[in-house]
């Protein structure tokens, strides 16, 4: 059986309370949910993890190799800080998606630099939750040699 990884990085357990004038009103078990349900649709299972630890983000990046055929990754704030994360991604064989919700583009200066967004497949930004799904997509066509 196929699986993906959905990774979440620090803060991101508060959506729904955090910042709902930029993250809206949904909750990381929608964003989740959303993802679970596009690759349920192509039998595909899905895995969540979320950690405000960047050291357990790195943890959950290395042992994906043999165990996942792709990873959807909001960093959160580790985004402009990680080359740890950015090192581990490059290390894998495992095709990553970098999601945000917000578009990281339209914010404070220091959001726009993404650390990770070079060693990734691609980077989703500025369609809320909605992301989740549209990386999940995404994997899934690369999967199946549409992309």
Do not use: W
Request: glycine share 10%.
């Amino acid at each position: 059986m196929k699986r993906l990884l959905v990774l979440n990085g620090p803060n991101l357990n508060l959506l729904g309370k955090r910042e709902p004038g930029i993250y809206g009103h949904g909750t990381l078990d929608d964003a989740v949910k959303l993802a679970r349900e596009t690759a349920t649709e192509k039998g595909i299972e899905v895995d969540e993890y979320q950690s405000n630890h960047e050291g357990e983000l790195i943890d959950a990046i290395q042992q994906a190799e043999g165990k996942y055929e792709g990873i959807i990754f909001n960093p959160a704030a580790y985004t402009h800080t990680s080359i740890g994360l950015r090192d581990a991604i490059s290390a894998i064989e495992v095709p990553v998606v970098e999601v945000h919700i917000s578009n990281v583009h339209q914010r404070e200066s220091f959001r726009h630099h993404s650390m990770l967004a070079p060693v990734c497949q691609g980077q989703i930004v500025g369609f809320g939750l909605l992301g989740y799904r549209l990386a999940a997509l995404a994997l899934i066509e690369s999967l199946e040699g549409r992309r």
